[in-house]
């Protein structure tokens, strides 16, 4: 099963808005085949320093076989960083499932 990294905005944004967000794009990753990688469960402190959470953030995502960007990413610092390093790297980037699902 490929592993699809989900990038977002996580900073500023109240912690039941991050939850429904992060978790409504595993469940569908899930339900298309795909294992998502959720930043949610990889930090453990919701209070977490934004460059402590990044670091952990972007040793998943060298990891993964692709980032699925939310419509949010281009207002997140932290995603727009992982965007940028996961092209570089030559790692698929999707702006939704359906390209995801066309490109298995």
């Known amino acids: 099963m490929k ?3 989900i990038a977002g905005k996580v900073t500023g944004i109240p912690h039941e808005e991050r939850f429904q967000k992060f978790f409504k794009a595993e469940k ?16 453990k402190n919701p209070d977490e320093k934004w460059h402590i959470a ?9 990891g993964v076989d692709g980032v699925l960007l ?21 790692i698929p980037i999707y ?7 066309n490109n298995r």
């Open 54 to 62: 990044m670091k952990i953030c972007i040793k998943a995502l060298m």
């Open 28 to 43: 569908q990753l899930l339900d298309a085949g795909f294992f998502g990688i959720n930043p949610l469960k990889l930090v």
């Open 70 to 90: 939310l419509p949010c990413a281009s207002a997140s610092k932290g995603a727009r960083i992982e965007r940028i390093l996961a092209s570089w790297v030559k």
């Open 3 to 5: 592993k699809i990294y």
């Open 95 to 101: 702006t939704d499932i359906i390209h995801l699902k």
